[in-house]
Each structure stands twice: as structure tokens, then as C-alpha cells.
């Protein structure tokens, strides 16, 4: 099973713009696009915003895009904004799911 | 509206068994994979398992394989995650979560059900 490895932290100014990065530590066919991402603010539940790789759910910013290259996955945030601290969380499928270990944005 | 509600918060002892539930509403049941993920105190996700209420398939991570029982009553809309023996390192957030019309993701969650197992 491939685990997935994001950075503890990343932090960034209201306006500006952050990329957290979701490595798989072993290459499976198929990944590069099962890749999901999940924003969860404090005490709250998890919340879809990025699926297969680059597609947003009804509902979600365009602030928010996703990307791959190689083994490794992105979530990219633009124009940054207070309520988009949180946690955030890339997860893949490759016959079974899981998740990465989490990023903790704060915006400073 | 498509809504999973589940059980209340539990408290137990170590050895107890549990189950708790998570009941589906908004979306033809039977046809979407039901998840369950455990958070630990100030942890991240952890994938324990799924279970597709259509024909009770139910997969599970290593990790929590042998560990819990993932099951679904479809008369009532609900899915289960159950344990048989507690221990103090079950004490999670656990949450039931539908798996999207695309196999990658989980498009809507529960509210979580928070378990405490202490002496």
C-alpha cells in the first residue's frame, strides 16, 4: 500500500498564493489521477475540494486547482484568505484509499 | 439534500464492544460505497474501511483489518462499524463518509462520532 507524504506546515499572507505538495512513496499505475484533497478547518468535518486530481465539486472556490506531476500531486491555493486556514489532507485510490498525513495552513 | 447522521457520542471500557451507526438520507442508498476514517486526537485521517450497502462488500486497510467489522442494514439506510474488544487506542473521532460518483473521493460526511475507552 503507497503512503502519502505532505508537509507538516505551509503558511502565506492574505493574497498570496501556497502549494502543498501529496508524494506517493511508491508508484502505482493509475495514481496520478485518483488523487482527492480534503480541507477540514478546526473542530469541523472534512470537506471535499479537489477530486481526480484537478476537478472541483459544485460549490468549491476556483482558488482553489489541483495538479500532478510524476509522483507527486498539488493543491494549489490563490489569493489566500483567513478562512482558508486549516487543515488539508491529499488521498489517493489505488484499489484501496488512503490518506496523507495532513498540512496545516495558516495565513498569516 | 443528501445527509449521513451518526450516532451519538460513546464512552466505554476497555474490553467493551461497540457499534456505532450512520444512517443515509438524500440519495438512493444502495448505490453509493459508505467509508468510515478515524481522526485520533490531533491527528490526521486514517482510511479504516468501506462497505458497499448494495451487496453488504465491505474492504478494509491493513491497518484496521481484524480490527473492526464494517457492516450495512439497507432496510434502514444505516451502516455500522463495530468492535468486539475495545482498547483505550480505539479513543478516536471516528467519521462514515459516501464515496463520490468518481472511485477517488468521498463527497459527503457524517458529523463523527466521538469514542472514548477508559478505565
Known amino acids: 500500500q503507497s503512503a502519502l507524504t505532505q508537509p507538516a506546515s505551509v503558511s502565506g499572507s492574505p493574497g498570496q498564493s501556497i502549494t502543498i505538495s501529496c508524494t506517493a512513496t511508491s508508484s502505482a499505475e493509475g495514481y496520478y489521477n485518483l488523487v482527492s484533497w480534503y480541507q477540514q478547518r478546526p473542530g469541523r468535518v472534512p470537506k471535499l475540494i479537489i477530486y481526480?486530481?484537478?476537478k472541483r465539486p459544485s460549490g468549491v472556490s476556483d482558488r482553489f486547482s489541483g495538479s500532478k506531476s510524476g509522483d507527486t500531486a498539488s493543491l494549489t491555493i490563490s489569493g489566500l484568505q483567513v478562512e482558508d486556514e486549516a487543515d488539508y489532507y491529499c488521498c489517493s485510490y489505488t484499489g484501496t484509499w488512503v490518506f496523507g498525513g495532513g498540512t496545516k495552513l495558516t495565513v498569516l | 439534500e443528501v445527509q449521513l447522521v451518526q450516532s451519538g457520542a460513546e464512552v466505554k471500557k476497555p474490553g467493551e464492544s461497540l457499534k456505532i451507526s450512520c444512517q443515509g438520507s438524500?440519495?438512493?442508498?444502495?448505490?453509493?460505497?459508505i467509508a468510515w476514517v478515524r481522526q485520533m486526537s490531533g491527528k490526521g485521517l486514517e482510511w479504516m474501511g468501506i462497505?458497499?450497502?448494495?451487496?453488504?462488500?465491505?474492504r478494509y486497510s491493513p491497518s484496521f483489518q481484524g480490527q473492526v467489522a464494517i457492516s450495512v442494514d439497507k432496510s434502514i439506510n444505516t451502516a455500522h462499524l463495530q468492535w468486539s474488544s475495545l482498547k483505550a487506542s480505539d479513543s478516536a473521532m471516528y467519521y462514515c463518509?459516501?464515496?463520490?460518483?468518481?472511485?477517488?473521493?468521498?463527497?459527503?460526511w457524517g458529523q463523527g462520532t466521538l469514542v472514548t475507552v477508559s478505565s
Open positions: 463518509a459516501r464515496g463520490g460518483a468518481s472511485v477517488d473521493n468521498f463527497d459527503y
Open positions: 481526480e486530481g484537478t
Open positions: 438524500g440519495y438512493s442508498f444502495t448505490k453509493y460505497w
Open positions: 462497505v458497499f450497502p448494495g451487496d453488504s462488500d465491505a
